[in-house]
C-alpha cells in the first residue's frame, strides 16, 4: 500500500519509527513533512498535505503524528473525503477502517510509546473496510453530510 505520512514538531520523534514499521511491512510512504525537526512547524500544514495526496488519489492511506493526534485529525478531517481519527488502541485502529472506512490513522506521540505506535499501524493497515451493507449505508450518510456542505 502506498500510505502519506505527515508529522509536526509534536510527533516528530515518532516519525523514524513508523517509517521502519511501515517499510517492514511492506508498503511505500509518501512523506509529506516535516522533513526535520522545527519546533516552530504548524500541524494544519502535514495534515493538508496528507489530506490532498489522499483526496488526488497518490495514497491508500494516511498517518498523521502530533502531540497528541488530536490537532492532526481535525484539521484532516477538514478536507473532502478524508476521515481521520485519534486511536491510541489497537480495537479503534482496526474497527475504524473496518466499519467507518477510516483512511486516516492520528497519532499522538506524546501519549503513546515507540511499540504501541507500531501495533496501532499494522492494526490499521492490516484492515481492511467490511463489505456488509450496513456499513455502506452508514459511509454514504456520513458522505451526504459532506456533500451538503455548500462550502
Ligand atoms: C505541538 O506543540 C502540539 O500542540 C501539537 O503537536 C498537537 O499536539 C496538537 O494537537
Known sequence: ???A??????GFSL????????????HTILDCGSYAYDKQDDYPDPARAVGLALQRGEVERGILICG??????????KV???RAAVCHDTYSAAQGVEHDQMNVLCLGARVIGDELARALVRAFVG?????APRFQNRLNKVIAIERAQTT
Not at 505520512?5 to 509534536?10: E, I, S
Not at 516519525?15 to 521502519?20: A, F, H, N, S
Not at 497528541?68 to 478531517?77: K, T, W
Not at 484492515?127 to 463489505?131: D, H, M, R, V
Request: hydrophobic share 40%.
Open 1 to 3: 500500500m502506498h500510505i
Open 5 to 10: 505520512l505527515g508529522v509536526d514538531h509534536g
Open 15 to 26: 516519525k523514524e519509527t513508523l517509517v521502519d514499521e511501515l517499510q517492514k511491512l511492506g
Open 68 to 77: 497528541s493526534g488530536v490537532g492532526m485529525s481535525i484539521a484532516a478531517n
Open 80 to 82: 473532502r473525503g478524508v
Open 127 to 131: 484492515a481492511q473496510f467490511s463489505t
